[in-house]
């Protein structure tokens, strides 16, 4: 007779339940059978025999080894979670009301947890599940290190905030949540994995969809099999989610239960050109949702970005905002790309990464798939003489049949060669804000007028000029996660959530900067405004560029030109292109000029298209220092005496005692030919004359 047979009563209630709580049942739409747990696929792989295997586990002799406690059971079976008949080798007591002693009242062989651990049952598989990604792998990471075991989960927001609770009944729509009894549970059933995950799956139909505002229909039609690596079979939401991943995110992610509300920045986003100037990453665009995979390349060659790109729901957690605390914060635990190019993994022991390094992910060597030809939101004034080249992945502004846009990567690295503008190149990056190191520019001059804690040691992140409109007018940086010892802290301290999910402004700006050139003297600035180019001044002091001489209290441009010979003096040379052009003479006095005239791409000089810096015609080149400074110039800016628009050093000249800058060029019919002024060698100034 087969001992501890379970009361029949027990079954009836059981049975009862089942038929009074039918979304129990309902939720999985005849899903499980396809699911991980089921059977499916893991992103196009099968894993072993499929389905959920309670032998499966390093320490009972490998990946796909069979555990003798497991019975015969094939993989997939209800009964390795759940204990229908109570009983599981004669071995097991009867039903009960919790713990490990018994089946808890949804039958699972072990309690699925307490008030302070709900994952136990998760845990009993997933701390074991070994060596999957090789012998180096921590013991219960998953199949594309997401899931990188128990320790790192429970150090996650996700595991231990009391703001990650099932989100209730509210929200749109009421239906992708099936469990809903949940929120009887203690605690609203804080950190637990059905927060997310439904363990039998969720399977839409074609006429009914779970999740109407995210599902991923036409014209992609990710929602089936055909087209989407994540789904086993049509309409099945993948990874056992009970949402797709827009709608998952977001419907708690909106101001409650989470704090903070990321869906109204990630709305910010303008649907079309013509609508008001608003930008953001297109996580709801329908286009392509679904097109995410766990599996997906890196560098990602298929045009998306999800949340899940950015951030690992499983490792992500509130930064602590010190230099160099290495934990990577908001974006722990997500695979990355380095300034050179190389796929990391924190999973594997690498140090988790910087937040440029997630950038790089889509827009470094695979930009292109991201950045359409003249994209809403991307920089539609870019010149179309691109650098020459027959590769998007390894030129940085390369030939016409790629898109529009630049590899950041190469821009930002230190080693790319930057163009000389007469076919050749400069060794090595000769100018470029500093995202993956220190800045070339060491001089007192910009120390002097750098805001917020900043130094020319300093580096920063592409967050410190990505980010929500909030941040306007903070002065410095205001990246938070995993700081480098050489990062600027944060200077925002308001209570909109940071970082470049939206903005009111263009290209995900955290504040104003206008890229309006003009391509006639009729249709440049009437006047200037610095809070027109306000995310400059968030860095740089405003008053170095339109104070008369550049100096408050200490010197803050070297941009200057003080009198020689018979030239006048025109100390600060910013300020008499910015504000003061009457001075200048000639017809001037109603033309302004703008940022993005001289300094038009400034992320790096590697790609000023419309420059020479060489010495193709005589002179030495770049300034002694070897720094470029930023300046590139504007397609409307034009060549006088060469080919482009030139600035160069021209050597030692006696007469003045000093190096000599010139300037050729033509702008607003204005023209600066060869005209010259003294250059100390051992700073980075440069001094121009202007005249007929």
Request: proline share 6%; aromatic share 8%.
């Amino acid at each position: 007779m087969r001992r501890n047979s379970p009361p029949k009563i027990f079954l009836l209630i059981a049975f009862l339940l089942l038929l009074c709580f039918p979304a129990y049942i309902y939720a999985t739409g005849g899903a499980f059978p396809y699911t991980k747990h089921g059977g499916g696929t893991t992103d196009g792989l099968t894993p072993c025999a499929g389905g959920v295997n309670r032998g499966l586990g390093a320490d009972y002799g490998g990946d796909c080894a069979t555990n003798p406690e497991a019975g015969t059971y094939k993989s997939g079976e209800c009964a390795h979670c759940h204990e229908p008949h109570s009983s599981f080798g004669e071995a097991e007591p009867p039903p009960s009301s919790g713990a490990d002693a018994g089946p808890d009242p949804y039958l699972l062989m072990k309690e699925y947890g307490t008030a302070t651990n709900y994952a136990n049952l998760c845990w009993y598989c997933h701390n074991n599940i070994g060596n999957i990604n090789g012998s180096g792998s921590p013991s219960g990471m998953g199949r594309w290190s997401f899931y990188q075991g128990e320790g790192v989960y429970g150090s996650s927001s996700h595991d231990d905030s009391a703001s990650f609770y099932w989100p209730g009944t509210t929200g749109d729509p009421v239906s992708i949540w099936p469990r809903q009894t949940r929120q009887s549970l203690p605690s609203g059933n804080l950190g637990s994995c059905l927060n997310c995950h439904t363990p039998h799956g969720i399977r839409e139909t074609a006429g009914s969809a779970f999740d109407t505002g995210a599902v991923p229909t036409s014209p992609t039609n990710r929602h089936l099999a055909a087209n989407n690596l994540s789904v086993s079979t049509d309409y099945l939401i993948p990874r056992q989610l009970i949402a797709w991943e827009e709608g998952l995110c977001e419907n708690c992610h909106d101001g409650s239960p989470a704090s903070t509300n990321i869906q109204a920045e990630i709305d910010k986003r303008s649907p079309s050109p013509s609508a008001a100037a608003k930008s953001g990453h297109p996580v709801d665009d329908t286009a392509f949702a679904g097109s995410h995979v766990a599996s997906e390349a890196i560098p990602v060659t298929t045009k998306h970005v999800e949340c899940y790109d950015c951030h690992n729901p499983h490792a992500a957690k509130a930064p602590t905002g010190a230099l160099n605390d290495g934990d990577g914060g908001r974006v722990k635990g997500m695979k990355f790309i380095d300034i050179s190019g190389t796929l990391r993994d924190p999973a594997t022991g690498f140090r988790q990464p910087y937040v440029y390094e997630i950038c790089l992910k889509c827009h470094g060597n695979t930009y292109a798939t991201f950045i359409p030809d003249k994209a809403w939101g991307a920089n539609t004034l870019r010149t179309t003489v691109l650098r020459a080249g027959t590769s998007c992945a390894t030129n940085i502004n390369p030939a016409s049949s790629c898109t529009d846009g630049s590899n950041k990567r190469l821009e930002f690295d230190t080693a790319t060669n930057a163009l000389d503008g007469f076919g050749g190149t400069l060794a090595g990056n000769r100018a470029y804000h500093p995202v993956a190191a220190a800045g070339r520019n060491t001089s007192a001059a910009l120390n002097n007028q750098l805001l917020g804690g900043l130094t020319t040691s300093s580096t920063i992140n592409c967050t410190d000029c990505h980010n929500t409109n909030a941040t306007t007018g903070v002065q410095g940086s205001v990246t938070e996660s995993n700081l480098r010892a050489t990062d600027d802290t944060s200077g925002y301290a308001g209570a909109s959530p940071v970082g470049p999910h939206g903005s009111t402004n263009v290209r995900i700006l955290r504040d104003n900067y206008d890229t309006t050139l003009g391509t006639t003297s009729a249709s440049a600035f009437a006047n200037w405004d610095s809070t027109r180019f306000q995310l400059c001044f968030n860095c740089h002091n405003v008053s170095a560029f339109t104070d008369p001489d550049g100096i408050v209290g200490v010197q803050m441009t070297n941009f200057r030109q003080d009198a020689i010979g018979c030239v006048s003096s025109k100390v600060n040379l910013h300020a008499l292109h910015l504000t003061d052009v009457a001075t200048m003479g000639w017809n001037f006095e109603t033309m302004y000029t703008s940022c993005a005239n001289c300094h038009y791409n400034v992320h790096s000089n590697a790609e000023a298209t419309n420059t020479q810096y060489g010495t193709a015609t005589g002179g030495t080149g770049v300034p002694a220092d070897g720094d470029t400074h930023l300046v590139n110039f504007s397609p409307i800016v034009e060549p006088l005496d060469y080919t482009k628009p030139r600035w160069w050093d021209a050597g030692w000249y006696a007469s003045v005692a000093r190096n000599v800058m010139r300037c050729n060029l033509k702008c607003h019919d204005a023209r600066m030919g060869n005209f010259q002024g003294g250059f100390p060698a051992t700073i980075d100034a440069w001094y121009v004359r202007y005249g007929s």
